[in-house]
């Protein structure tokens, strides 16, 4: 046999992918990739990093590990797949099973026939309906061409203050490269009350929120984007919000997510889904048989909720690009489904997570409830560790892990402990698979109970009502922004740490240590609601179940206890508020 | 009700876990745990680190996360909890339900009556039956009395050699608490081949001992300790072995494992298995279901191989701890078993392993292949990273993956990727599972095909036949032991890199870089049996896909490549042997 002809349209992630593993299955396939840029195979992801500087240039992006660029030339020769770069599919004849191209370079077209069809088209960012989106020094950062524009910009120093409209995963990258590494002033806007809207529950979204305001950061959150203007007068570019603000500035980022793109599927009569990208089969075939799709260009089963989703992520394109090689080899591998897991650095925090946060939960018709541990990485008695702050997502009624979440300085620790939840997920884990999850223990690396079995044991406390849970930002809206006079806070932790609050806030913080409470039983107030706290949350679990035996039952715990309340910027806000 | 009487003999970390857990449940219950120590609920896995200096005090050991010293006082005021010390339990009389004490310090005797009996003797050190075992100066470190002699011989400049006699997780951690810190010259003796035998594969076991090794210490592997002396001259203690050497020290530290304490349980007639430790169900109750036993004196499934085994671990001890409070209290909780989830640092490794060794599985029947990868924990344009050496063992005819262990300088990369595969285990995954594990994915934290999916991919390829892998071991023996004529090395890396080898190997090592194998396959030694390498066994599989097409398939690929040959020195013991 002379071997198929494999066309794949699209070279950046998933294409080159599926293209290497065919090869190295089926040496004889002729295999073809089209693409319209220049630029084909490098990590899309590194592109904030190239522009903060922390990766020297865009070569670095385009070679391989063993620091080889990956050129159409590279992969003739040591691929013998053949990449025609400048390239536009612009029709994709089914019946005729060929693609139409025009070389973008002399306007020539072309009929390309094929056997099998693969569609990594990819997808293309958002461009949110404000008036001014496209004057000069408004641009997103997704593509090559963009990041050096703006890279050029910076590093020619036009740029003293920058606006970054959106809060999601781009836009604090970008904070972080503009910011750290070249100094910009720069403001971060985001329509939603919270950074990392929809994807990261509220009580860790506000310590990131905190940790880009102690780097200077500018964070402007629940403020629309109306218009942006050139400014006549200082030159540059004015951005007008809504509550009314207006920030100066030489570059706006937009950061407002990605579309698919699918117009050459669907005019092809490839069915897309609910969400607008192409529906796939386990096989990764569209509705045609003959040709596959996969990457950012795609809907996905979530593993969580069983419905579709769009969730572009470079890792799940070259996991799903093994798979079409595979398949298109004669293979039958499978793509089951995302549990939806990232990771993302932002400054000095490293902040993971998987499956479905509280909110997702709520508005996918779950009954979750949402848990909160703060505990070291490390054995306690380590001289060195960094607190992790651990989230879980429980359904109630079936006591199933929906998702987790962390965030900490040792951000490897922190997806450490995420990968062990993410890896579970798809198997349905409930909270006592979470307490007896087997940490590798020793000392320099976790603890003995280790934050995600204290995670585990916590939920089950809670969900068996020993433990009632109050949330960080209850907590503030109870205690500072209400000044609820029903509400008084029980501080169980030894004076000297409680002295501060007991001054601040008066009769309103009463302070009885944990371990004096059993014989100062008198002292507590029975008629207030007492909100507990500790450092963490696990000595006003404690003096929950002793107060508890005195028939003292209207309390609640703050969960991550002052650890949580402090790194969110609680209490600063609190001294704002009262100025 | 007045709350029943629940006894526990035992107060280090399982006997104390139980009492709190017990108590926050049922706060009538009425609770006493004996222990002939002075000192209860301390972390003995941090003895280690108390004798390196890295923790400064016992009491650091015996501390709360909030530096409150648990003292029976602390049990008594702050848990309710009575903890008598110093007192020795010498018989369990089942009958009248009631355990007999005697008060050490004065030697009174007396009947306890419980209700309920928690058995938590833990375990103790074996002694090899060695002669002058018993002398001065000849110690274990599972203690605090121990401990405490230890580090007051070494700080008052006592000991300028020391001799640690096992190679297993206790003797490698004193390897690096002697030599890091104190700068004692130490010899560590294992009389198996490797260090940490049984539990770690070959492969890495060969990158710790070069590590140990770079780090000042003496490994000296298949030496059988034959005896220790008084050393009459020079003072001190001989330490003769087999093959003949004689190691003078000051300190000689054994580290032979440890055993389970059940002479008391046994005398009350309570059933021991086949580890000769205590058996119990899923509920942690011993043959007498009035009796619980849990931490380091029972046995316990494990998950992979189904058998019991004896595995004491501080993490499975709380985990038991708690579980037995729960069904004291009337509670239904369960303990299923373990992977065997473990972790250790060694001098600047970090080093974790889950499920079962490649040896193990042997031992258990399984037929099972070993794989390895050598792949950067960041994506690998990310400025900082380091590499992960990461082992597999799979079950060949199920797909089933037993155990993966990995290490490198990153320990919480190393942990975490661990975690991941631990978590699994106890569902029965697959290498497919393992090629799809989300791992939440950013350029600082991950690679988008991150080393673990690499690691299934490649079991993949192995057991599909697509990929022949030699372990390198196996090629040390191969090209520099047994200096097989009928092998070649074929290197397929750049000519800078493969220089240094074809000036030493002369014929022997055939460089013909990947990129250029097509073009170059007429050079390609057809005669002889090609081992394949490159810098991490990723290209080398590429070429061995390349060959085959050619038609030469007498080929076998390097797992892991020079990275790993050189991590486990296997060119530097060439050198020595050739002197």
Redesign the interface.
């Known amino acids: 046999m002379g071997g198929k002809r494999v066309v794949i349209i699209g070279g950046v992630?998933l294409g080159p992918k599926t293209a290497c593993r065919l090869?190295?299955?089926e040496?004889d396939a002729e295999v073809v990739i089209i693409d319209q840029d220049e630029y084909i195979s490098y990590?899309g992801?590194?592109i904030p990093?190239f522009i903060s500087g922390?990766?020297n240039s865009v070569q670095?992006?385009m070679?391989?590990?063993?620091h080889?660029l990956r050129t159409p030339q590279?992969f003739q020769?040591?691929k013998?797949v053949k990449v025609r770069v400048r390239t536009r599919a612009t029709a994709i004849d089914r019946e005729k099973r060929c693609v139409h191209l025009v070389d973008l370079a002399t306007g020539a077209e072309e009929e390309l026939p094929y056997d099998r069809l693969v569609i990594a088209t990819g997808s293309t960012p958002n461009r949110p309906p404000i008036p001014g989106i496209d004057l000069p020094g408004v641009t997103s950062v997704t593509n090559l061409h963009a990041a050096m524009a703006v890279k050029d910009m910076i590093s020619s120093g036009k740029v003293d203050r920058a606006v970054i409209i959106g809060g999601g995963?781009i836009g604090c990258e970008m904070a972080e490269a503009l910011g750290d590494l070249w100094g910009i002033e720069t403001h971060l806007v985001e329509v939603e009350e919270q950074v990392l809207p929809g994807i990261l529950a509220p009580s860790l979204a506000g310590i990131v929120r905190t940790h880009l305001e102690e780097k200077g950061v500018h964070v402007r959150l629940g403020r629309r984007v109306v218009q942006i203007r050139k400014d006549d007068e200082e030159g540059g570019l004015v951005v007008e919000l809504k509550p009314e603000e207006s920030l100066h500035a030489q570059l706006v980022i937009t950061s407002a997510g990605v579309r698919p793109n699918v117009e050459l599927a669907k005019s092809a009569g490839l069915a897309t889904g609910p969400t607008g990208a192409l529906i796939v089969n386990e096989m990764l075939q569209t509705s045609d048989p003959r040709i596959f799709a996969g990457g950012d260009c795609i809907e996905i089963p979530h593993l969580i909720t069983g419905k579709p989703v769009f969730f572009p992520?470079?890792?799940?394109?070259?996991?799903q690009g093994?798979i079409i090689g595979t398949n298109l080899a004669g293979g039958a591998?499978?793509?089951?489904g995302?549990?939806g897991?990232?990771?993302?650095?932002v400054f000095d925090l490293?902040v993971?997570?998987?499956g479905i946060s509280p909110q997702t939960a709520a508005k996918n018709g779950f009954d979750a409830e949402s848990v909160l541990v703060v505990?070291?990485?490390r054995?306690?008695?380590?001289?060195t560790q960094d607190l992790i702050y651990f989230q879980l997502t429980v359904e109630r009624k079936t006591r199933r892990i929906l998702g987790a979440q962390a965030l900490g300085a040792?951000?490897?620790?922190v997806?450490?402990?995420?990968?062990?939840?993410?890896?579970?997920?798809?198997?349905h884990p409930t909270v006592?698979?979470i307490?007896?999850?087997?940490?590798?223990?020793?000392?320099?690396?976790?603890s003995?109970?280790?934050v995600?079995?204290a995670a585990g044991?916590t939920a089950e406390n809670i969900l068996d009502g020993?433990n009632r849970p109050m949330d960080p930002a209850e907590f503030e809206k109870c205690l500072l922004i209400d000044q609820d006079e029903e509400c008084l806070c029980l501080d169980v932790?030894g004076p000297a740490n409680a002295a501060p609050f007991v001054e601040r806030f008066g009769a309103r913080w009463v302070n009885i240590p944990?371990?004096?409470l059993?014989?100062r039983m008198d002292e507590v107030p029975r008629n207030k609601r007492l909100l507990l706290v500790?450092?963490?949350g696990?000595?006003s679990?404690?003096a929950m179940?002793?107060l508890?035996?005195e028939g003292i039952t209207n309390t609640k715990n703050v969960q991550g206890g002052v650890a949580a309340l402090k790194k969110s910027g609680v209490f600063d806000r609190g001294n704002e508020s009262s100025d």
Do not use: W
Request: aromatic residues 10%; proline residues 5%.
């Open positions: 992630a090869k190295r299955l040496p990590g992801c590194g990093y922390d990766v670095d992006l070679s391989t590990s063993f080889m590279f020769d040591v013998d995963a992520q470079g890792s799940l394109a070259n996991r093994r591998a499978k793509f089951k995302t549990v897991s990232f990771s993302i650095k490293g993971a997570s998987t505990q070291a990485d054995a306690h008695f380590y001289p040792n951000g490897d620790a997806a450490g402990r995420i990968n062990s939840i993410a890896s579970l997920l798809p198997f006592e698979d307490s007896n999850l087997e940490i590798a223990y020793s000392p320099p690396f976790a003995a109970l280790d995600v079995n044991n020993l932790r944990q371990e004096t059993n014989k500790c450092n963490s696990v000595r679990y404690e179940r002793q508890e035996r």
